[in-house]
């Protein structure tokens, strides 16, 4: 009998599942950096309730084209996986289709993940309207796809010659044409699901709106709920909200509609990132945006530079923005607080500081929020300069 199954035999509750997590150091890509990568992949995995047990590291020139790490340091993994009874492998990069397929050959009965896979199955377990269900199915869709042909291990031996013209091949080619019939499907859906919400923010009247934006985790939601003074749904966990949130903050007496939106992260699917376009699309038509920093997360700057990257690539860089370093309850030395704010206000940059949990410094946002909003409101809306 396995110790796994006298440990169940003992232990009647469910366990978790245990993972071990591989990453590769290249000339592109430093230890260092990826140590950093490697505890948000370990995050990632606690995200997905996975417990992780031990983290490999491979230096190289470049990933291994066969199996990502080379055959030396995948049979360390297989001993340790084996010896260890661990459930799943998750490598912090993606994986093509037939490396996949190789390490599943030398690694038997072990789920193997990539990060891709790893964030869309994190999207998966946390969609919860239908909306974001359909966002997050087509996300899938797109990402198995190219997949296909070399997760069909199990058809080989029916495969013919040099064509591959026998029936394990019409059998792939008959998945091949329903995910393609799915995801049309899934488009259409998304199309008259994202028709509807433009419609929505156009109905919204003249309010000037602005946007939550910001790496996962930062506290976007905490922020949203004090703001709105209304009850939201936030914890310590990735993507604890997947569905864009809008709430009518009044401010004075000057109203403005303030929108949560998703979490970026390094490394995001582009299969996300496009079928999310209608929750980016409040980013978008924002016409100001408050990027809400987590000041005291050790990689907070490198935070910052994966979204700020990623608004230039949906063309939101040219909108005004205030940074908000929040959590500042986290940090003890007041000189490092001050040491930022030179920094940052000797580039140029709107800045505050604040903790969104334990509301710190609301009442000076809210009137930093109304003299942004009140400026927006007074260049767009001239005549009803009455408000304030």
Known sequence: MSRRRKKQLIDTSIDKETCVLIGVATLHQRREQLEEYLEELAFLAST??????????????????????????????????????????IFDDELSGSQIRNIEKEI???????????????????????????????????????????????????????????????????????IRDRIALLKKELFAIDKQMATQRSNRGALIRVALVGYTNAGKSTLMATLSKSDMFAENKLFATLDTTVRKVVVGNLPFLLSDTVGFIRKLPTQLIESFKSTLDETRESDFLIHVIDVSHPQFEDQ???????????????????????????????EAIEGLRERFEKDGRDIYFMSALNKDHVLMLRDVLYERVKELHAKRYPYNQFLY
């Open 108 to 178: 038997e009965n072990v789920k193997i993940l990539d990060r891709p896979n790893l964030i869309l199955d994190i999207f998966a377990q946390r969609a919860r309207t239908a909306h974001a269900k359909t966002q997050v199915e087509l996300a899938q869709y797109e990402y198995l796809l190219p997949r296909l042909t070399n997760m069909w291990t199990h058809l080989q031996k029916q495969k013919g010659g040099i064509g591959m013209k026998g029936p394990g091949e019409k059998e792939i080619e008959t998945d091949r044409r329903i």
């Open 304 to 334: 910052l530079s994966v979204v700020e990257r990623t608004l230039a690539e949906i063309g939101t860089d040219d909108k005004p923005t205030l940074l908000l370093f929040n959590k500042i309850d986290n940090i003890k030395e007041a």
């Open 48 to 89: 997905a309730d996975a417990v992780t047990k031990k983290t490999f590291i491979q230096a190289l020139s470049k990933p291994d084209v066969k199996t990502f790490v080379g055959s030396g340091k995948l049979q360390e993994i297989k001993e340790y996986v084996e010896a260890e009874e661990i459930d799943m492998i």
